[in-house]
Each structure stands twice: as C-alpha cells, then as structure tokens.
C-alpha cells in the first residue's frame, strides 16, 4: 500500500509441473512458512518484484516526511513539535531499514535513490496531497498510517526474511504514530468551532486519498496472484479497504467528524460499511506524476539530495584522509 | 558524481548481561560515523546499551548450499544431549 502498484514479474504463477527443481523446492519453502534468506537461490522474478515492491515502500517512508516536515516549525506547542519531529524521524528510520532490506537482494543504495529522483520509482499517492492546515497532521497520523498499518501487519508474515523484520521493526512503532494522530485530532474535533471546522476540512481532504492507498480494486489489480503465492502480499487491496474503513468509521463517530461519503452506509447482511465508488482515474492521475503537489515533494527530494552532496563527499574525504594517516602510523611503527 | 558511503552492520547489546545481536545494517563514511547513526536509526527507543558496527565486506559467510555437509554432523550426536542418559531416579537430581 506503500507500495500500491507493484508490477510482478514473470508470466503469472506456475503449476508445480511447470516448476524446475528449484523452483519448486523454493515455492515448497514458502508454503511451509519458511523464511528466504538473502543467499538462498530464488526465482529471479521474485527478487526483481521484491526489489521493486521494498523500494517503493521505502521511498513512500522518505517522501512521506515531507507532508509532515512542512508542520514542524509551525506546531501550536512545544511538545507537539517533540512529538511531531519523532514521529518524522521515525518515518525517516522506516526508510532506512527498508532500504537496507532492499540491498540484500542486489542493487545498491545509489541505485535505488536515483530511480526515486529520477521519476521511475514510485512512492505513494498519498503524499502528492497538501498539508493545508495543522488538522491535516493529525488526519495523517490517524488515517494515513491508520491505513499503512492495516497493510504492514500482516506483511510481517511475509516470506523474505530481511523484508518482514524490518516490518516487524516498523509495526512496533508505527502505533505511536496513529495514536499521536488521534489525540492531535481529538483535541480540534472537541475544541473550538473553528478548530472542530479544522478537523473536518482535514478529515473530508484525506478520507479518500487514504481509500486509495490500498491500491486498484480488486478486480484490476492483476498482479495479485502471483504476489501472493510469493506471499509478498497477504490480503487483497480491497480486504484491506474494507478492514480499515470498518475500524475508521466507529472512530469518526466518536469525534463527531463526519465521513464525506453519502453512499456509507451499514450493510447488516455483511456486517460491514458500504462505501461509495472510489475516484480511480485521480489515482491513476496522482500515481504517474499528475497530483498536487507531485512536483514539489520530488523536488524538495532532489534538492536535499544535491544540497548534501558536498556534505557527503566532504565526510568521504575526511574518512579517507583519517585511513591514510592511520595506516601511515602503523607502518611508521612497523 | 560522489561515490557510495561503505555499508556496515550494526549489532546492539539489548541490556547488560545480554550479547550484542545483528539489528540490521546502514551506509556511512566510517566506523565513528556508523555508530552514530547506528544511534539515530536503530536505537530510537532505548533498545540499546552498546553498539557494536562491522563493514559488511569484512563478514565471511557460509553458503546455504552447504548447509548439510556443514550441519548434518551434528544431527547424528544425541549423546551431547543431557536427556540421551538415563539417571536411576533413587540418584535423584543430576
């Protein structure tokens, strides 16, 4: 969901007759919950689609802290800014663990950061959405990562070892992250007039965008089945959607916000929200370049990038010049 | 073009008395930079009272095609197990 479009390779799941040797003892391991290593043989569609699919969710992890960033000199009070600044930072760490997972497989870090600047990576459409007003950070801690988690969790379980703990690492505080959303948001829904107008507006922007997150409806999202005999992926894009609009809307309710959906609606015989149609040709518009703000987060990326570089070089040849001094010592010595 | 920062893995002490264990791994100039962030990326929540960091080039690994000829050995040992050995019970704890 961090990882909404992820084309998998190869031509579709096999039969086990169609299978090699190898792939079938690997498709065998994978079926018996046994983890794969990043040395153990596998398919090399797997490892592409892996690559592809750990890459978008890392880079969804870096660009996502800009929405936020874009509050953190304004926060009403000095420990909203803490918590606010901690929860980007750990956006940041997600990044990283899922970057390094990433690298088992066999591309480099470089690599992957310069498909992300370049524009042929994706991330998630979520974040080519504006923070308009200080509500909008607690919608995003409540109902973005709200949604990431319902994905994440049942990821952990995933089969490649290095992707599912760092999964584990992120479940265990991404919690955080959702709990400080609501009580930032409980606040405004129970402030003020203008603050509980805040909360709305804010809730009535994100509400849709975070449906969108977990990817194409089911029945066009055609990448699914292999991913999911892989087990890179553990429920469909709309079990999820369900999942988290039945946890959301009780919560909504309780805030007094109302859903900007008229076609929500309690469905007895499922036991579960309807909810209306989902605006998919704005998603396929905010996934391929078109939202926005999808200019301005992969600038301000592309700027960090090259405003640091001379800092990167300079801790290189600092590095470099502490080796050479040492090595000289010890050959003195010698 | 600058180049790439090495790649080093990190390994935490937990708490005192427990060893240091593999948490992951990080890119950064050298072994006093890769302690910091080692810092900042995996001990956010006090989960660590030491940091051990190594550059992941200088680990050697065994290979997983190996792994019967290299654990099998010791599959066919029962006899290094306490429980192989039958302790008459008027002996009592042993």
């Not at chain 1, 999808?294 to 001379?310: F, I, T």
């Not at chain 2, 072994?31 to 962030?37: C, L, T, V």
């Not at chain 2, 050697?60 to 792994?67: D, G, I, L, R, V």
Request: charged residues 30%; negative net charge.
């Amino acid at each position: 969901m961090y990882a909404q479009m992820v084309k998998a390779d190869g031509k579709g799941v096999k039969s086990r007759e169609e299978m090699d040797a190898e792939e079938r003892a690997f498709q065998d391991k994978i079926d018996r919950d046994v983890k794969i290593e990043p040395k153990d043989w596998m398919p090399e569609a797997y490892r592409k689609t892996l690559i592809r699919q750990i890459s978008q969710h890392a880079h969804s992890e870096i660009v996502g802290q800009l929405p936020e960033g874009n509050w953190i000199t304004r926060a009403p009070t000095l420990e909203r800014k803490a918590i606010l600044l901690a929860k980007v930072q750990d956006e940041a760490g997600h990044g990283l663990y899922l970057y390094c997972a990433a690298e088992t497989l066999g591309v480099s870090r470089d690599d992957l950061l310069d498909q992300l600047h370049s524009g042929k990576a994706k991330y998630s459409s979520i974040f080519n959405y504006p923070t308009l007003n200080w509500a909008d950070i607690g919608a995003i801690g409540w109902l973005v990562d709200g949604a990431a988690i319902m994905n994440q969790v049942p990821l952990q379980r995933t089969s490649y070892g290095p992707y599912s703990r760092a999964m584990i690492r992120i479940c265990k505080e991404e919690s955080f992250h959702q709990r400080q959303g609501y009580d930032l948001i409980t606040k405004m829904a129970q402030g003020t007039k203008e603050q509980k107008a805040m909360a709305q507006d804010a809730m009535n922007r994100f509400w849709r965008p975070s449906l969108m997150m977990f990817g194409p409806s089911d029945k066009d999202s055609v990448h699914s089945a292999q991913s999911m005999a892989w087990k890179i992926k553990i429920n469909t894009n709309d079990e999820l959607r369900q999942k988290f609009v039945d946890q959301t809307v009780p919560q909504a309710e309780y805030l007094g916000l109302e859903i900007p959906d008229p076609d929500l609606e309690w469905n007895e015989e499922r036991q579960s929200y309807d909810y209306g149609e989902i605006n998919w040709d704005e998603f396929y518009q905010v996934i391929s370049g078109n939202g926005p703000c999808n200019k301005e987060r992969l600038g301000a990326r592309v700027k960090a990038w090259e405003d640091g570089e001379w800092f990167r070089d300079a801790l290189t040849a600092h590095a470099d010049k502490k080796a050479a001094k040492k090595k000289k010592q010890q050959q003195d010595a010698a | 073009m600058s180049k790439e920062w090495p790649l080093w893995e990190i390994f935490i002490r937990g708490q005192h008395g427990m060893s240091h264990r593999h948490v992951g791994s990080l890119h950064a100039p050298d072994a006093e930079m890769a302690i910091h962030n080692a810092r900042d990326v995996y001990t956010r929540r006090n989960e660590g009272v030491s940091i051990w960091v190594v550059e992941a080039k200088n680990i050697s690994a065994s290979a997983p095609s190996e792994k019967g000829p290299l654990f099998d050995p010791s599959n066919d040992k029962v006899y290094r197990h306490p429980t192989f050995f039958d302790i008459p019970e008027e002996v009592g704890a042993m």
